[in-house]
């Protein structure tokens, strides 16, 4: 990918530099307004890359390794065994009055009173293992392998290796005993334990887990209307150019852009320019009357995508009036963007505030920035929502997955390194 940046006096000069400079597919990667001195002249400085290759990447199949829990670096357990003589050395007396005298320091354990502990302790250590190897059924001293396992006589969930091993890849306790059971009746079902891969097993039972919708995958008969809500920062206006630029490269369908974001600098702009470049046309709404014209103008329109402003899950005020802009005969499927890189509680936080909402599909953005990916599988398991996008990067239109439920197991399961750029 080439980047260069230009500078200008104003947007539309900048514009003409940069088609002429890097062709009519740049992609305008930021704008924003510079000033020489406190009297000069405002100047655009613009900020544009071009990427020859317009193909989406092929995505490689990722290697299946065996088994094994992820490694956990082990934590050194504290020293044992210590004598009494250095615990009596490491105390801290305790404070004195002045007018105490000191107290005079015990006289050092002997030898023999040292061994005599030590024998103790032997026997009392070896009397409690000979009681829980009594208490323990035979069969559970037995370490199974992780197919068998799966099998319904295993050893209780709380010491289960699947479950272990599914914990390893961010899946919490609650959905990996789910997942162990499910597992159970997958090689239950295929009537032959151990023919497939551990892995593959595990991926089919996450498979049945989820649930997609692949809204974009053929044409629609009538408009659809589509609006991206979420907190700020979880990259909304870049997500809707890429569903644009996706549906416009492969069914050339006649797109309409509508943006209600006023509130956040030059984010009118930045659809601007994605427009300009696309050749859609775009309106700007600030209240809802405005937003039912701006439908109406785009009566024609295969497909209206709707930018909405990030607003934060913790203020009500906010979200109460992003509500007030859809009306439920609006016909406007709401998609929440949430970013799998936030921490699991604050995502469920975020779900329930925005849910004044009808909430049609989950979008997960900057899958790439996250070393696991059981995220999704926890979010998607206590709200039952479907998934309809994947966003792994900034590239417009490249960095945009519509996955089905085999996709994201192979993704939570395997390394997912593949989806990282540069």
């Known amino acids: 990918m080439q980047v260069k940046v230009f500078e200008a006096p104003d947007m539309a000069t900048g514009l003409k530099m940069v088609k002429e400079a890097l062709g009519p597919d740049a992609l305008i990667l930021s704008t924003r307004t510079i000033r020489n001195g406190i009297l000069g002249k405002p100047i655009m400085e613009i900020t544009a890359a071009v990427d020859a290759d317009w193909r989406q990447p092929e995505v490689r ?31 801290e007396p305790a404070p004195q009055p002045s007018s105490t005298p000191p107290v005079a320091e015990p ?4 030898r023999e009173i040292q061994d005599e502990l030590t024998e103790l302790r032997s026997l ?13 059924p035979v069969a559970a001293t037995v370490t199974p392998s992780p197919v ?14 699947v479950t272990e091993f599914l914990t390893g890849y961010g899946i919490n306790q609650e959905t990996a ?15 032959a334990p151990g023919s497939d891969s551990p892995q593959a097993v595990l991926k089919t039972a996450i498979t049945r887990l989820f649930s997609t919708e692949q809204i974009l995958q053929r044409p629609r008969t009538g408009q659809y209307r589509l609006s991206l ?21 492969r069914f050339n369908g006649r797109i309409g852009l ?49 930018d909405t402003a990030g607003r ?5 005020i906010d979200i109460q009036e992003l509500a007030s802009f859809f009306k439920p005969q609006l016909n406007i499927e709401h998609h929440l963007l949430l970013s799998a890189a936030t921490r699991e509680r604050e995502v469920e936080e975020t779900i329930r505030r925005f849910s004044v909402l009808p909430i049609s599909n989950f979008i997960f953005t900057k899958i790439d920035e996250c070393e696991q990916l059981g995220v999704l599988l926890n979010i998607h398991y206590k709200s039952d929502t479907p998934i309809s996008f994947l966003t792994n990067g900034q590239r417009v239109p490249e960095d945009l997955l519509m996955p089905s439920p085999a996709d994201i197991a192979d993704l939570i399961i395997n390394d997912h390194g593949n989806l990282h750029h540069g």
């Open 312 to 316: 934060n899950p913790r203020n009500n």
């Open 124 to 136: 009392v250590s070896g009397l409690s293992q000979r009681i829980s190897r009594l208490d323990t």
């Open 107 to 110: 006289p050092p354990v002997s």
């Open 258 to 306: 509508i943006t209600i974001d006023t509130y956040r600098i030059a984010a009118v702009e930045q659809l601007k320019v994605y427009g300009e470049i696309m050749r859609l046309p775009l309106e700007v709404v600030i209240n809802p009357g405005e937003l039912e014209q701006a439908l109406q103008k785009f009566s024609e329109m295969d497909l209206i995508l709707i």
């Open 229 to 249: 809500i979420g907190p700020t920062g979880v990259g909304k206006t870049t997500t809707l150019a890429k569903i644009a630029a996706h549906y416009l490269s």
């Open 177 to 191: 005993r789910v997942v162990a059971r499910f597992t159970r009746d997958t090689l239950e079902q295929a009537g």
């Open 61 to 91: 199949q990722p290697h299946l390794s065996p088994l094994r829990p992820p490694v956990r670096k082990k934590r050194i357990p504290p020293q044992a065994d210590i004598s009494y003589d250095e615990l009596w050395a490491r105390r």
């Open 148 to 161: 068998q396992a799966c099998q319904p006589t295993v050893t209780p969930a709380a010491v289960d290796p």
